[in-house]
C-alpha cells in the first residue's frame, strides 16, 4: 500500500489550501482515512479522520478541537483518495501533514500505512 500526498505550500494566514493523499497498491479494502500534522519539536497528532461506509454504518469525520469548523476532510472510496480542506488558516497549522489510512492489502491482514508528508507553512 502506497500513500502519496499533495497540495501542501505555502500560504498567508486567512487563506486555504485543499490537501489530496492517493492510495495505490494491491489493496483488499481501506476502511478509516485520516490526517495527521507534525511541527518541529512536537509530536505527530491526528487532525481529522473518516471511516469508511462501506464497513457499516454511517460515514463519521471527527476532528481535532483546534480545526474545528476550519477544516473539511472528505473521500472518494472509488478513487482511494482522501481530501483536507483547510481553511482560515493559522500560523500555528505550519506542519508537515501526513496521511495515514487502515487498510487490508491484498492477500495480507489489516494494517496502518503512512504516507511521505506534505509541507503546510502559514505565514502572519
Known amino acids: 500500500v502506497r500513500l502519496v500526498e499533495s497540495g501542501g505550500g505555502l500560504v498567508q494566514a486567512g487563506g486555504s489550501l485543499r490537501l489530496s493523499c492517493t492510495a495505490s497498491g494491491n489493496i483488499a479494502m481501506i476502511d478509516i482515512m485520516g490526517w495527521y500534522r507534525q511541527s518541529p519539536g512536537n509530536q505527530r497528532e491526528p487532525v481529522a479522520r473518516i471511516t469508511n461506509i462501506a464497513r457499516g454504518g454511517n460515514e463519521i469525520m471527527t476532528y481535532v478541537d483546534s480545526v474545528k469548523g476550519r477544516f473539511t476532510i472528505s473521500r472518494d472510496s472509488a478513487k482511494k483518495e482522501v481530501y483536507l480542506e483547510m481553511n482560515s488558516l493559522k500560523p500555528e497549522d505550519t506542519a508537515v501533514y501526513y496521511c495515514?489510512?487502515?487498510?487490508?492489502?491484498?492477500?495480507?491482514?489489516?494494517?496502518?500505512?503512512w504516507g511521505q508528508g506534505t509541507q503546510v507553512t502559514v505565514s502572519s
Open positions: 495515514k489510512v487502515y487498510a487490508m492489502p491484498l492477500g495480507g491482514g489489516w494494517g496502518d500505512y
